[in-house]
């Protein structure tokens, strides 16, 4: 009884508190409704309602919004255009698309497509992109095959296999034959283009492409290929933009420099045609003089035959006239009679002293 009279008596606040996550979650209910009442706060300041509603956050959607439209229009731009080419081929829906990103028909999403291109190209030169790949990718198959072991030994079932979806992720058929359709559309866009500049469709852009080529040859030896990039990406947006704001004013000279042109091409041939003529003309006449003299020649050898020189037979040099030319006897046309015997006189012949006959004394 001593015991239970020295007890410390209790009191209702005095017992432990068996549930403490209770108390925790109660503590963090607390913080989240004072997050939200402070995010409310300073939401409904005056301060913030000022800017919310003043001339910035005005200008901002408007442009937020107006950037919007011009990539809406930029992607309804994706067309078949209705010009075709030279020899009547149908041009690719990147030719419109590409013709209305650098004509600046849509500025704003011309002006963020060549910053993102710029942006891309220090990214691949200042930063070691595909390694930063590689080092993301082992990182996540090692927490996942780190997390698949712990799991299987810790708690019996692997933590990644938990989280393994019931149907793997696939693209659908449209998708691909969609995207394929696309890659086709674009690299037909650049086989095509690069044909109608090499056979020269449009005079001026075989010339420009001579010398974007030429300079960049030359150019390649002092520049790195990141910089010949920018240069490149640059030329091609800007150009554009600079002949479309000063369009009068270059199409005029271009015109002039046409014209100009024209003329001497015309002087050219003109005088390239005169001498022809003459040329001609020399070397015909020459011809005729030539064959005139050589007929006379070949004729004049025919009517004068030149005599040969022959020996006689004492020894002596003379000429010989030159030999008649005989022509072929006639084929008889009567059959050949027989000699008639009767009336023919018999020869008789004197028999031949062959002993040499005696020279008479003086």
Do not use: C
Not at 34 to 58: E, F, K, W
Not at 176 to 183: A, I, K, P
């Amino acid at each position: 009884m001593a015991d239970t009279d020295r007890a410390p008596q209790l009191g209702n606040n005095d017992y432990p508190n068996l549930n403490p996550s209770g108390s925790s979650v109660q503590n963090a209910k607390d913080t989240v409704y004072g997050a939200q009442s402070a995010i409310d706060a300073a939401r409904n300041h005056p301060l913030t309602q000022s800017i919310r509603n003043g001339p910035v956050a005005d200008n901002v959607r408007n442009q937020a919004a107006k950037t919007s439209n011009d990539f809406n229009n930029l992607a309804s731009a994706r067309r078949t255009p209705d010009s075709q080419t030279v020899n009547g081929q149908p041009l690719t829906h990147y030719h419109s698309l590409f013709y209305s990103l650098l004509s600046w028909e849509n500025p704003r999403a011309t002006a963020i497509s060549y910053a993102i291109i710029v942006s891309l190209i220090f990214a691949g030169r200042y930063l070691n992109v595909l390694r930063y790949v590689f080092k993301g990718l082992y990182m996540t198959l090692g927490v996942t095959a780190a997390a698949e072991v712990v799991g299987k030994v810790a708690l019996g079932n692997g933590l990644a296999s938990q989280m393994r979806p019931r149907k793997y992720f696939t693209i659908r058929r449209e998708t691909l034959e969609s995207v394929l359709g696309d890659l086709e559309q674009i690299i037909n866009f650049f086989v095509i283009e690069f044909q109608r500049i090499l056979f020269a469709e449009n005079v001026w852009a075989t010339i420009a492409a001579f010398a974007a080529s030429l300079l960049s040859y030359f150019l390649i030896k002092v520049m790195p290929t990141w910089g010949l990039g920018v240069l490149a990406v640059s030329t091609v947006y800007f150009v554009p933009l600079a002949y479309i704001s000063n369009q009068e004013f270059i199409d005029h000279h271009l015109d002039n420099a046409q014209s100009v042109v024209s003329q001497q091409t015309n002087q050219i041939r003109d005088l390239a045609a005169h001498h022809t003529g003459r040329a001609t003309e020399s070397v015909v006449q020459a011809t005729k003089d030539y064959t005139a003299k050589a007929q006379e020649m070949i004729g004049g050898q025919k009517s004068s035959a030149p005599a040969s020189e022959v020996t006689d037979a004492n020894g002596g040099v003379g000429t010989a006239e030159p030999a008649i030319k005989q022509e072929f006897p006639h084929v008889p046309s009567h059959e050949p009679q027989e000699p008639n015997h009767e009336h023919q006189v018999p020869v008789t012949s004197e028999p031949v002293n062959s002993e040499p006959e005696a020279v008479p004394a003086a």
